[in-house]
C-alpha cells in the first residue's frame, strides 16, 4: 500500500542557485548537501519544504519547458507575498489558465531549469465541487 509522497527529485544546472531560489520562494531548509561527495548519480542536495522531501542533483537542464509541474498549497491571504517572493529573483512567471470561480488562485512559475512550479489556494474538495456545479470559468 502508498503510504504516501516519499520525496521530489529535481536535476538542475546549478545546486548553489536551486537552494536560493527554494529558500526564498518556499522557506525551504537545506538538511544534506553532498559536496564533492557523489552516493547517487551526481552532487545533490536535500530540502524540506514542509513536510515534503526535495532532492536537488547536478545536472543538465529540461530541454523545454512544458505544463508538467508541481503544485504546492498556501494560504489566500499569503497569496501576494509569496508572488512578490518569486517576482524578486526574476523568473519567468507564466500566465494563469482559466479558472472556475471558487476553486482558488494559482501563480505558475519556473525556476532556471525549466521546471514548472504552482502556489495554489484551493483544494480537490473546492475544484470537485465547483467542477460538479458546471460553472463557468472567469
Given amino acids: 500500500m502508498i503510504e504516501g509522497l516519499s520525496h521530489i527529485t529535481f536535476i538542475v544546472s ?35 519544504i514542509g513536510p515534503v522531501w526535495v532532492a536537488v542533483m547536478e545536472g543538465d537542464s529540461l530541454p523545454e519547458r512544458t505544463y508538467n509541474h508541481i503544485a504546492f498549497k ?7 507575498a509569496y508572488a512578490r517572493r ?13 479558472r472556475v470561480e471558487g476553486e482558488g488562485r494559482s501563480l ?15 483544494t480537490l474538495a473546492q475544484r470537485l465541487e465547483r467542477y460538479e456545479k458546471g460553472l463557468r470559468t472567469v
Fill in 14 to 48: 546549478d545546486l548553489e542557485r536551486m537552494k536560493e531560489f527554494l529558500e526564498v520562494v518556499f522557506d525551504a531548509e537545506q538538511v544534506y548537501a553532498s559536496g564533492d561527495e557523489t552516493f547517487s548519480l551526481s552532487r545533490e542536495m536535500f530540502f524540506m
Fill in 108 to 122: 505558475y512559475f519556473h525556476d532556471y531549469d525549466n521546471h514548472l512550479f504552482e502556489l495554489h489556494t484551493g
Fill in 74 to 80: 498556501i494560504s489566500d491571504r499569503e497569496f501576494e
Fill in 86 to 98: 518569486v517576482r524578486s529573483l526574476g523568473v519567468k512567471v507564466r500566465e494563469g489558465r482559466s
